[in-house]
T-cell receptor, first 119, second 115 residues
Framework: EADIYQTPRYLVIGTGKKITLECSQT?????MYWYQQDPGMELHLIHYSYGVNSTEKGDLSSESTVSRIRTEHFPLTLESARPSHTSQYLCASSEDTALGVLSLQETQYFGPGTRLLVL | AQTVTQSQPEMSVQEAETVTLSCTYD???????LFWYKQPPSRQMILVIRQEAYKQQNATENRFSVNFQKAAKSFSLKISDSQLGDAAMYFCAYRSAYRDDKIIFGKGTRLHILP
């Protein structure tokens, strides 16, 4: 069973506050991801990381930032939250399985998500 | 760019019956992975089944099986003997075997199980 955790699970805050969403995994996966998902809608990749000190922007532009100082930890920060940031944020991780010259990706394991409401 | 299309926003099935969720995708790549993820209401998203494009045999996991038609770029999910716990949002997803950055998800199909 996948061991990937997100805290808090639910967060209600006021506009202008700084928040950090935590994500941790104990599987030793190098790759980690943040997705944003509105209720009943598709997932949009907002950040990903190949490993320590590696961070990249995803498909969906986001005002959030991420850091990857340790393999197991991939926090997401909003410096000044706004109502438009209200959404569910899902963290995921995956393991590489190298095979010959190709790096074949295994599945992504998802955390339980953080539901953020900005008033 | 690759795309994943799920044309059924919602579906319903009677308990114990069989239901098939549709998914089509578009890619110019020859090697890739396809996935079905399940997202129950307010719960963690979990992997249901995975298919490698180079394998002709359709993947199966207990009551879940896929119909993978590579030429038609179709990847449907069949759920047999539907149970109440199968009610969830189901996402079809694509990942390239050559690019290591992301999975592309469809918009999802919400499946209702009728008792």
């Amino acid at each position: 069973e996948a061991d990937i955790y997100q805290t808090p699970r639910y967060l209600v805050i006021g506009t202008g506050k700084k928040i950090t969403l935590e994500c941790s995994q104990t599987m030793g996966h190098d790759k980690m991801y943040w997705y944003q998902q509105d209720p009943g809608m598709e997932l949009h990749l907002i950040h990903y990381s190949y490993g320590v000190n590696s961070t990249e922007k995803g498909d969906l532009s986001s005002e959030s930032t991420v850091s990857r100082i340790r393999t197991e930890h991939f926090p997401l920060t909003l410096e000044s939250a706004r109502p438009s940031h209200t959404s569910q944020y899902l963290c995921a991780s995956s393991e590489d399985t190298a095979l010959g010259v190709l790096s074949l990706q295994e599945t992504q394991y998802f955390g339980p998500g953080t539901r953020l409401l900005v008033l | 760019a690759q795309t994943v299309t799920q044309s059924q926003p919602e579906m319903s099935v009677q308990e114990a019956e069989t239901v098939t969720l549709s998914c089509t995708y578009d890619t110019s790549e020859s090697d890739y992975y396809l996935f079905w993820y399940k997202q129950p209401p307010s719960r963690q998203m979990i992997l249901v089944i995975r298919q490698e494009a180079y394998k002709q045999q359709n993947a199966t996991e207990n009551r879940f099986s896929v119909n993978f038609q590579k030429a038609a770029k179709s990847f449907s999910l069949k759920i047999s003997d539907s149970q109440l716990g199968d009610a969830a949002m189901y996402f079809c997803a694509y990942r390239s075997a050559y690019r290591d950055d992301k999975i592309i998800f469809g918009k999802g199909t919400r499946l209702h199980i009728l008792p």
